[in-house]
């Protein structure tokens, strides 16, 4: 599954190559992924995409009539969950991302292909999905600020503060891990990421949270920003095979601390990282130099 840099990554390209297009026609190949928008193609057709934002690892596209509107009329979610993709293909250049592709994902459509909307200047945006957990939704700006709202702090938006930050430990008796994993509390922290912040900041994820000093948060705080941020700027982390065609290779695993170097020496201290399995995922942490 992508991981928030991934879909940033993706939500960068879109945003650089829908933004001001006129949705020609829109055709639904399988009803599974517009289940709560039975009528997105009636909603669509003739409207702008006018923005691309997003929140944890929901895209958001700004819909509206008119490609000079500033404020979005309505708006369509779409998430990639599993093995979703989207692809946007002109003149033959394609460029996108999402779960892994191969050669074959490259011609397009393909069987995988759920959604295709079509530009009135000829340009085509696919989204495939193989598994069929992804969705599109279209929703009006009330509906989307709702949704908006079950999001915790998130870093690099304004809400993460070290304030914000340290106020999510109160009265909390769960692991750190599974904290930092809890979207609504925290949004954006996938897997490898949190084990990575962890072992910057020397603490170990199965730590009780109500065990942290305030020594140990205020590295967290820095650490959790800094390592999604840095992933951003590398593109993702490829071993989820993000892949896009434009020149933005995921190359933020060759920077990888702990996340799948279990039997591999710290790179601190030298100690064998340990992978262990903990709130329900693999957890990599180095038992010598992280308390
Ligand atoms: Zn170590």
């Known amino acids: 599954m992508p991981e928030m840099p991934e879909v940033e990554v993706v939500r960068r390209q879109l945003e650089k190559h829908i933004c001001g297009r006129k949705v020609e026609e829109v055709v639904v190949r399988h009803p599974k992924i517009v289940r709560h928008s039975p009528h997105i ?3 669509l057709r003739g409207k702008y995409f006018i923005s691309v934002e997003r929140i944890g690892k929901l895209l958001t596209f700004g819909i509206a009539r ?6 979005p009329e309505t708006y369509m979610l779409g998430h990639l969950k599993m093995t979703g993709q989207f692809i946007f ?5 394609k460029v996108g991302g999402g ?3 191969t050669e074959s994902d490259f011609e397009l459509p393909h069987r995988h292909t759920r959604v295709m ?3 009135s200047d000829g340009a085509t945006l696919y989204f495939n999905d193989m598994r069929l957990f992804g969705f599109l939704q279209i929703v009006t700006p009330k509906e989307k600020g709702r949704v908006w709202a079950t999001y915790g702090i998130e870093p690099g938006r304004e809400n993460y503060t070290l304030e914000n930050f340290l106020q999510i430990f109160k009265n909390r008796k769960t692991s750190l891990k599974a904290l930092l994993l809890n979207q609504k509390v925290i949004s954006g922290l996938g897997n490898i990421y949190v084990d990575e912040a962890c072992h910057r900041s020397q603490v170990r994820p199965q730590r009780r949270v109500n065990s942290l000093t305030k020594t140990e948060k205020e590295r967290l705080f820095h650490n959790c920003r800094d390592v999604m941020m840095e992933s ?6 490829t071993f989820y095979s993000f892949v896009s065609s434009d020149g933005v290779k995921g190359n933020f695993s060759q920077h990888l601390e702990v996340f799948d170097r279990a039997g591999e020496p710290c790179l601190r201290c030298g100690y064998e990282i340990e992978k262990i399995k903990h709130a329900g995922r693999g957890t990599h942490y180095c038992p010598a130099c992280q308390k």
């Open 232 to 237: 951003i700027e590398h593109g993702g982390t």
């Open 99 to 101: 779960h892994s592709m």
């Open 66 to 71: 008119s490609k000079s509107t500033k404020q």
């Open 117 to 119: 909307f079509h530009f």
């Open 41 to 43: 193609v009636e909603d």
């Open 89 to 93: 293909v002109e003149d033959q250049q």
